[in-house]
């Protein structure tokens, strides 16, 4: 690849790497444009992007955690990758179904053994969204509680209105003691 290489090449040649099974097609209706990828074969395709000769996306700017909501059904992890060398931006996108109440967490590979900068972009949106990430070496809870009840950036998310006996409904009227007072 070279700096001229388009993002046209870099579909193209993800797709001659691993099939229309792993390369699920791309999402255009972004800035920039996103390559969807299976969820299970994320980490194989990060490895590729990151060791190969022609690719070297040496730097993982961002992941992002995004929940559709209950009526959608999906959630999604995005991947903000650059090659250096190359001045190259890609998206990789995957999306997972939704799991529902007392169901286990939308499942996807860690990318950390591949990008240090991985761990914690793994841990906040696990934290926030609930996506679980199988191989991350330390995925617990990197903002709240660890037994802080749900997750905030869900679409359905319910605050709830005391942690451990402490007022926590931020610019609500609390009930009780001090009623109508604003917090």
Not at 28 to 38: H, R, S
Not at 139 to 157: E, K, N
Request: charged fraction near 20%.
């Amino acid at each position: 690849m070279s700096t001229s290489t388009s993002y046209a090449d870099l579909v193209k040649l993800l797709q001659d790497q691993f099939g229309q099974a792993v390369v699920l097609g791309t999402d255009e209706n972004g800035m920039p444009p996103a390559v969807l990828i299976a969820p299970d074969a994320i980490d194989v395709v990060c490895r590729f992007l990151y060791e190969g000769e022609q690719t070297y996306f040496d730097l993982l700017s961002c992941i992002t955690g995004v929940d559709n909501g209950p009526e959608a059904g999906t959630m999604e992890v995005v991947y903000n990758l650059y090659s250096i060398p190359y001045h190259l931006h890609l998206m990789l996108k995957v999306v997972v179904p939704r799991n529902g109440p007392g169901k286990a967490l939308p499942v996807v590979p860690s990318v950390s053994s591949i990008w240090r900068t991985a761990d914690w972009h793994e841990r906040e949106i696990y934290d926030l969204v609930g996506i679980h990430f199988t191989g991350h070496p330390d995925l617990r809870r990197i903002l709240l509680p660890a037994d802080w009840v749900g997750h905030p950036l869900r679409r359905d998310y319910r605050e709830q209105e005391y942690y451990h006996g402490i007022w926590v409904r931020y610019g609500q009227e609390r009930l009780g003691d001090g009623a109508g007072e604003k917090q």
